[in-house]
């Protein structure tokens, strides 16, 4: 899944245990309180477990020139038949912030799941006070659609979210 710009995409792997999880765990702090990541060898691989299922799609964000891991974008919860859809999760590792890969790879990741996947929508759940995550929605072209009180659990917390969506 490549592009022709800074970034590419490509599946998680056993190897990239380490490089991964010590970007997260440096970001945990960043990522506080938008987002949870693994941070330790058992979580990384239940996130390796979780890419190997047929809804779930885990995409490491890398950059060209030398390879590193930048962040990740999962879909998840990914149904067909009628439906055609998923939910877009993402997080980008701190030291890496800022600097647009995320905003070239929020496009990779759009035409993977519309062109590859053949999904038809994708929503994004973001927290209203996240900024920067609802900024790279709305340029990617989501569209609100509305707001979900006390919607998912992060960090031991129940967190409202607001409800973006893109179609194909």
């Known amino acids: 899944m490549t592009g022709d710009g800074r970034v590419y995409l490509r599946h998680p792997a056993r190897s990239d245990r380490d490089e991964f999880t010590a970007l997260m765990r440096v970001s945990r702090e960043f ?16 996130y390796l477990a979780d890419s190997r299922r047929a809804d779930f799609e885990a995409l490491l ?6 390879d590193a891991i930048l962040g990740f974008f999962n ?11 998923a939910y877009l999760g993402y997080a980008v590792g ?4 800022g600097q647009g890969y995320m905003r070239e790879g929020i496009e990779l990741v759009l035409l993977h799941a519309f062109s590859n996947l053949r999904l038809h929508r994708i ?12 900024a790279l929605a709305a340029r990617a072209g989501f569209r609100r659609e509305g707001f979900s009180p006390r919607y998912l659990k992060i960090g031991g917390q129940w967190r409202d979210h607001e409800r973006w969506a893109v179609l194909a």
Do not use: K, M, Y
């Open 31 to 46: 990522h506080a309180p938008w987002a949870t990541a693994p941070v330790d060898d058992e979580r990384f691989a239940a």
């Open 123 to 134: 929503e994004a759940n973001i927290q209203p006070g996240n900024a920067a995550s609802l």
């Open 61 to 66: 964000l890398c950059r060209r020139e030398d």
């Open 94 to 97: 701190q030291p890496f912030a």
């Open 75 to 85: 879909l998840s919860q990914i149904v067909r038949r009628r439906l055609q859809s």
